[in-house]
C-alpha cells in the first residue's frame, strides 16, 4: 500500500512516521512555501501537481492507495482538488484536522471574522500597536487598513512584497511557550492580536498570554473543507494511521 500525505503539519509528520513504522510506503507533499520545512519520513516531494488534472495523474502513475490530506486548515485549494481527484479515481481520501481553538476558554470574547480583510478592519479599530501572525500569505489583504499602523508580522520566512515603513517583520518558528509570548506582547506595547484558526498546541500560547494581558484578538475562521459532507475526518494522528490501516485491509 502507498499512501499518499498532502502534508506540512505536525500531524502529517507524525502520521508518517506511523505509517512508516508500520511498513507502509509513504509519500507526503509539501506545497514548498516555508523555504526549509520540516522533513517527515519517507519520502517527501514538494511543489504542487498542477491543479486537478496534475493530482490525478499523479494518483494513477504513482499507484496511490489511499490519500490522506493533513495541510494546514486554511490550503483550501489543494484539500479541494483532493476530493476532486480522488472522486474521480475512487481513491479513499481522509482529511486530518487538528481542532480548532474555538474551545479555548477567551474564545467567546474574541473578536471572530471571515476573512483577513475583515480582520485588518476590526483591529484597525481596536488599537494602534499589532502582532499579526497569520502568516505572509495574506499580508497584502492586511495592509490597506493597518498601512499606519505600528505593526509587527510574525512569519517563518520575509515576505516578497514591500512593507508598509510602520511594519517590522520577527522571523519566528514554533513552538512558542507562555512566558516568552506576555514578554513579547509586553514589551512592544501591543493592543491586538490578528491571528487564524489554525489550532495546535506550538502557537497556542499567545492567546493565552493575550487573555491575561487583556488583549483583544481578532480570529480568521476556517474556510469550509470542501469535503466535509461527504469524507471521512478525524483530529489525530493515530485516527488517520486507523484509518489506513483499514484501507490497506480493503485494498
Known amino acids: 500500500m502507498t499512501v499518499l500525505i498532502l502534508g506540512g503539519t505536525g500531524e502529517a509528520r507524525e502520521l508518517a512516521r506511523l505509517l512508516v513504522a508500520d511498513g507502509h510506503d509513504v509519500?507526503?507533499?509539501l506545497a514548498g512555501a516555508v523555504r526549509e520545512p520540516r522533513l517527515p519520513e519517507g519520502i517527501t516531494r514538494v511543489g504542487g501537481f498542477g491543479g486537478v488534472d496534475g493530482l490525478t495523474r499523479y494518483l494513477l502513475t504513482q499507484r496511490?492507495?489511499?490519500v490522506v490530506d493533513a495541510t494546514h486548515p486554511f490550503a483550501a485549494r489543494i484539500s479541494a482538488n483532493a476530493v476532486t481527484a480522488c472522486r474521480q479515481l475512487d481513491v479513499p481520501l481522509l482529511r486530518l484536522a487538528r481542532p480548532g481553538w474555538s474551545e479555548h476558554p477567551a474564545a467567546a470574547t474574541w473578536h471572530w471574522v471571515d476573512d483577513?480583510?475583515?480582520?485588518?478592519?476590526t483591529a484597525a479599530d481596536l488599537g494602534r500597536r499589532v502582532l499579526l501572525t497569520t502568516g505572509r500569505q495574506h499580508l497584502a489583504d492586511l495592509i490597506p487598513r493597518l498601512r499606519q499602523?505600528?505593526?509587527?508580522?510574525?512569519?517563518?520566512?520575509?515576505?516578497a512584497m514591500a512593507l508598509p515603513p510602520t511594519w517590522k517583520i520577527l522571523r519566528?518558528?514554533?513552538?512558542?511557550?507562555?512566558e516568552n509570548e506576555r514578554d513579547l506582547l509586553r514589551r512592544n506595547a501591543i493592543d491586538v492580536l490578528v491571528t487564524k484558526d489554525s489550532g495546535g498546541a506550538y502557537t497556542a500560547p499567545k492567546l493565552d498570554a493575550a487573555a491575561d494581558l487583556s488583549v483583544p484578538v481578532v480570529v480568521v475562521r476556517r474556510p469550509q473543507w470542501p469535503g466535509q459532507e461527504v469524507t471521512a475526518q478525524v483530529d489525530t494522528a493515530t485516527g488517520?494511521?486507523?484509518?489506513?490501516?483499514?484501507?490497506?485491509?480493503r485494498d
Open 27 to 29: 509519500v507526503s507533499s
Open 64 to 66: 496511490i492507495s489511499a
Open 116 to 121: 483577513h480583510v475583515m480582520a485588518a478592519a
Open 149 to 159: 499602523h505600528q505593526v509587527i508580522a510574525r512569519v517563518v520566512d520575509d515576505p
Open 172 to 178: 519566528s518558528r514554533g513552538p512558542y511557550y507562555l
Open 240 to 249: 488517520a494511521r486507523d484509518w489506513a490501516l483499514s484501507a490497506a485491509a
